[in-house]
């Protein structure tokens, strides 16, 4: 069975091969660090979508520390670069298996089409196996298909549903979700949420209506606020992270797609700008492809071999 670090490494074997490849190369050309070599450098990591702020952070950090600490070697910065690309990402004390409160409420937002849903059904069923009693609430009531999809995972991860119609009011589906938890045990609550709406509704607006709704029950809740991004929109994704942060009071991204793309170096750039920790990246289609984010993993993951 592949570790964590293995399928890590194949999610983000193709960022490895088309950009941080090509960081190792440039280095491995040069004998000794100088200014062209860093500006190479920032050069290849910012046309490989890590992120213009993020990138020049990461080069002035190796700058400073090369002057400091006097590394003359090139091969020094294979050293340094995989620490300050994993000192980029916000420190995160989050640790599923020792969850603060019961019921661990859950708010998923993001737009549609970026694995949303899926990654609802595959963070249940990490939850699930760590012996939590888990009840989903369809919050996306704008689309039939969406509390069809949902119901189709409940039945397949085996956990409880709370669903209204389609066309119902949102935050009425949560707040009947919130008040079944108790009765039926549950230890954590997973809550969809639409990614569109009518043009007569406002989105964001709406999101608040839920967390309002949320806090009126759970005063302290939702205690974690996900983000789900698709990696293969690369720096994208920042505008899309923006207009979700405030409205729904994200405190966590989860990146999904990892796999299937050169731009999963854009997590650097949208985790570092936004200040806000990656949670749960999803590194392939099975169940138990959704995994715990490590920003070390990530980094060693990017350089290994070098």
């Excluded at 420190?91 to 970026?114: K, M």
């Excluded at 639409?194 to 509704?201: F, I």
């Excluded at 690369?234 to 990146?255: E, K, M, P, T, Y």
């Amino acid at each position: 069975m592949a570790s964590l670090f293995d399928k890590l490494k194949k999610g983000i074997s193709k960022t490895k091969a088309q950009v941080f490849d090509r960081v190792s190369y440039a280095i491995k050309a040069k004998k000794k660090i100088d200014e062209d070599l860093l500006e190479e450098i920032e050069e290849i990591l910012i046309s490989g979508d890590v992120g213009v702020e993020a990138t020049r952070h990461i080069v002035e950090e190796v700058k400073k520390r090369v002057k400091r600490e006097r590394y003359e070697d090139s091969e020094d910065l294979f050293r340094i670069l995989k620490e300050e690309v994993a000192n980029a990402f916000p420190r995160d004390d989050f640790q599923e298996t020792r969850l603060p409160a019961n019921p661990y409420i859950i708010l998923i937002v993001g737009v549609n089409g970026t694995g949303k849903t899926t990654s609802i059904a595959k963070l249940a069923k990490r939850f699930q196996q760590q012996g939590k009693k888990v009840l989903l609430a369809a919050g996306d009531t704008f689309r039939a298909a969406a509390i069809e999809q949902l119901q189709e995972w409940a039945d397949r991860v085996q956990v409880d549903l709370v669903k209204h119609q389609s066309g119902s009011d949102p935050a009425a589906v949560v707040f009947d979700a919130l008040q079944a938890a108790r009765p039926r045990g549950a230890e954590v609550i997973i809550i969809d949420t639409a990614g569109r709406l009518h043009t007569k509704v406002n989105l964001m607006e709406e999101l608040k209506k839920i967390r309002r709704v949320i806090q009126k029950v759970v005063p302290q809740a939702p205690h974690l606020c996900l983000l789900v991004l698709d990696a293969t929109t690369g720096q994208n994704a920042l505008n899309q992270a923006r207009q979700f942060i405030d409205a729904a009071g994200v405190n966590g991204i989860v990146l999904t797609k990892l796999d299937g793309t050169a731009k999963g170096g854009a997590i650097i750039g949208i985790a570092h700008e936004l200040k806000i920790p990656v949670r749960y990246v999803g590194v392939g289609e099975a169940m138990d492809d959704l995994q715990p984010f490590d920003p070390q993993l990530y980094a060693e993951g990017l350089f290994e071999g070098n």
